[in-house]
Each structure stands twice: as C-alpha cells, then as structure tokens.
C-alpha cells in the first residue's frame, strides 16, 4: 500500500508541474475561446491516469531509503522526492517486473525495520486511504440525494424533464444523460438553458467530470488539483456558454446573462452539493464572459489550437519530449554518480586507461582527498586498478576509517561491474598529515568478494541506466563492516 | 403539511387521476409513464405517498381521488394569494392581467362570476 501511495504522489507530483503549466497556458490564453483551455486539462487527466509503466515507485524508494538512513528529517522528504520523482520518468523503460519486486521490497520491510520514514509513510498511506473512503462515501451520498430528489421529475420532451425540488438545471445520467430543469422557466430562458446543456451532453461532459472527480479523490491531498478542478469546470461551463452565444448569435448575450442570473438569485443557499451537477458557479465571471465574448479571429484560433496541442502532447503523450531536458540539467546525479558518464565509460578492458579515468571521475569522492592517478595492472591476469588519492586538507579524514572504506567498496563495486575484465580494485590513500608518514591505507575488493557479496555477477548490473540504478541502491544498504582488510 | 399542498409532480399526476378516474393501476403506470416519463417504481412510491396523505384512493387496483381538482386548486390559488398579494384579490388580478387585454366573453364571464361570489 505504501508503494501505491508513493507512486499516486509520483503522478500527483508530476501532474502538478503539468497543472501548472496549464494553468499558465490558459493565463496566456485568456482572450482565446474558453474551449481551449479545458482541452488544456486533458494533458493533467492523462498525467494523473497514466500508471507506473511512465513513473516507477522504484526509484523515488531508492532515494529515499539511503535519505533516512542519513538522518534528514522528514520535512526534506517531500521535496526531495519532488526532485527524485523526475528519475524514473527519464526511464520510461522500467520493466514491469523489477518494478513489482521492487514495490514488494518495502512492503516487506515496516515490521521489522525501525526506520521511521517508513512508519510516517505507512501512516500517510492509511490517511490517504482514509481520505479517498471519505470523500467517495460523500460524493456517493450527494449522488443518491439527487437522484431521489429528482425522480419524480416529470417529463417535458425527449430527455427534458422538470421539477420544482431543483433550482438550477443539471445534466445527470452515465448512459442515459437527462436535462433536468426548475420549473416555471420561460421559454427564453429554456432555449438558452437546453442550448447550454445539449453541449454538455454532446461533449460528453457528463462522464468526464465524474471522472474528473474520482481522479481528484485518489489525489485529494493535493490542492494543486483541487484548483485544477475548479478551473477546469468553470473553462467546461464558460466554453458551453461560449457555444450558446456562438448558436444563437450576439443579441441572446443580455438574455442569457439575465437567465443565468435569475437562475443564481433561485438558488437561495439550497446547494445541489454533488460535484456531479452542472450549472451554477462562477455567474459573475460566466456572464463577464459570455458579454466579452467575440468570435474568434481565424488568426487567434489557430494560434490558440496549436498552443494547446503543443501542450497537450508536451506534457501528456512522451515524457520524453517535455519532461526530459529539464529533468537532465536538474537532476544529472543519481546518489552522488554521474550516470551519463558511468554509461559513457563503460569498458570491456581494463587496459582502456581514458575509460577507467572517466568511470572513476563520475563516482562521488570522499570530501578531503585528491586524486593522485591510477595504476592500471595489466600485464598478466588476475588485471586490477590501483587508484591512488592523498588527503589534501590536513585534518585526518581517515579517522572514521570504517565508514571511508564503505564508499571506497561501493565504488570498487560499481567499477567490477562496468569494466568487463578486471578483477580487482585496490584504493590506496595516502595522508601526510599522519603521524607515521607516508602510510597508506588501502582497501581491496576482488571479484569474487563482490559476488559473494551480491550473490550474482556484478556485471549483470552493468547493462544500462536503469540496473545500475538498482546496484546502487543496494550497496547503499549493503554492510561492509566486515569486508575487505584496511591495511 | 396541509393535506392540500402538491409538489409540481404529484399536482402533475394527480391530474392524470382526475382526469382518467376511476382508473386501473396499471393503467396509470403506462399513463404516467408516457405522459411523465416514469418508471413503474415511481409511480407506485407517489401514489402509495397521496394516497396516505388522503388525497387520493387506491382500492382493489382502481385508483380515485378523494380530493377534487377543484379543491386543490383552490388551495393553490389562495396560496398564491396569500404569498404574494397580502390576500389581496384586486392586487392579484391586476398584477394577473398585466398588460392583457379580455375578450369580451372573458369579461362577461369574470363578471357573472364576482356577481355569484358577492351575493
């Protein structure tokens, strides 16, 4: 439940720089025909129903187990998986496989594991859950006290019917959509209020916002997406009206801002209250809308159109297009590693010295050493790289000598699985501040050391991006206490 | 609530009633479905509510009314009378008319009618 959790706040993290794109977009496309800017918001529709095949709990996982376990607090988690969340999109390519072992990890770990990011997120899912119950049980409720109120309206004509039990008219029905309408309207005003509801129904508005709706309760906590919904009606509202106008020609203008407003005076605090209903909302800015109204120009329609779909598509269709350059210039580093350069280097041969060079220069190096060079020996097999550093700033920076070795094997590890025929590593750091000069620690990770330690061949992990993803993060949880021999 | 008082609808199938009595209930299931276009269910819930409110009769599947149209819109019109005109009738009239014009026949009618009430 927790990785669901995590992968609905990925998309709900995601749809936000999307919303608020849109939202932007439709700023720009004030003056256009309201219509565009509700096709704006298909790109967040898609954004928010596009499962994990585009984003992967996996990766935000990754990062934020090593997280905890340096003990940030929680309030850095959110952001943080704000930048991390832009990971996995880059890798539209995750197997669906790896991505169900690897949401199965966590589910594993919350009994036996103390680590409190998993309690706050365990807890944050229950709530979330709670909330979606919640808000479902309220709409559902609100449905059931509309339709009963309007089951003895009476019929009119065709799928037209009227009661007295409302006072703003609505469409409701999934297969059968019916115009439902307050009695005692006039026949201007009727004209005016069928026009605007057909629309609605040859839209097909009457599925999109309960849809619209049911996505907004899974992202309830999300109030990016509240806002988003209540823009999005009030552009499905004000793109009707513009249709009516645009029908019956500028003169019905003052007519229909009559009706809309005689139609909001009726609604005297007895609220429809199912997110369901159409109509009311927003009549000031509906009829500023509807009087400011002007055909477009052939010119500002096809600007407008080609702004939307040029959003649409950018943010909804490939992840790759829009969200991909951003996403590089932001986030290169995944834990510390170039990744572009790990790739890059990748090597068959340990005797390929550029290579070696460029894997080494992509890892993260220990804070107070400097590099002094690499020794590659290749003369005779078992092959192995000698990097040499030597610590530049005085104070003794091997003291926590155990933790030091950690990054040292880490590294040794990523290099046995990117640099095909080496077999060992040795890193060797010499500290002239210590007391017995010229020492070297050093610290050695062969081949067979790191398969035992994996229990596979590292250099499975070697393939691409996305597996070398995955070593990383299990050497961040691998111990190496009683590894290799710090000489 | 005054027994007299008809939401839109039941007024709307009250009518029916008053206008085909005494009618089979399976009959006014297909009226009402035509004329108001609802489900059988529908039917059966306003009925069974008139008729516990004793403004109309359902024995033995023939369905009468126990109120009569006329009582009922008199009902309405007094409502509407009190609400709006202060009780008033000449207010009311006046507002009703408007800008109308009566035929002559109209006229006579109204007429006759006052003479009736005032004697």
Known sequence: MTSLFLTILNMSITASYVALAVMIARFLLKRAPKIFSYILWSAVAVRLLIPVSFTSSFSLLGLVLPQSKAGTGFMEFVPQSMGMQKNPMVDAGISGISRFINSALPAAVPASSANPMQIVLWIASIIWITGIVVLLSYSVLSYVRVRARIRTATLVRDRLFETDRITTPFVCGFLKPRIYIPTGLSEQELSCVILHEETHIRRRDYWIKPLAFVILTVHWFNPLLWLSYALMSKDMEMSCDESVVREMGDRIKGSYSTTLLSLAVRRSGLATGSPLAFGEGNIKARIKNILAYRRPSPWMAAGSMLVSAALVLGCSANPKSLAHPPQLSSQPLYSGYDMEKLMKNKTLYVGNHIKVGGLIGGMPRPNGLEGRGIELQTKAQPYGVTVYYVANDGTAVLKDGASSGEAFYRNSILMLSLIDNVNWITYSITDPADPDDGSAYTFTLTREQAEKMLGEDVRSYGKDQTNLRQLIDRLERLNFKETGSAV | ?119
């Open chain 2, 1 to 119: 609530m005054e027994p007299y008082k008809l939401f839109d609808a039941e007024y709307k199938f009250a009518c029916l009633v008053w206008d085909h009595e005494p009618v089979n209930s399976t009959d006014l299931v297909k009226l009402s479905q035509t004329k108001l276009g609802w489900k059988k269910s529908t039917t059966y819930t306003v009925l069974r509510k008139l008729c516990e409110r004793g403004i109309l009769k359902n024995e033995e599947a023939t369905v009468t009314a126990i109120i009569k149209k006329t009582d009922a819109q008199k009902y309405e019109s007094r409502t509407v009378v009190d609400k709006a005109f202060n009780g008033s009738l000449p207010q009311f009239l006046t507002a009703f008319l408007g800008e109308k014009k009566l035929s002559e026949k109209e006229a006579e009618e109204l007429k006759r009618i006052i003479e009736e009430a005032a004697r």
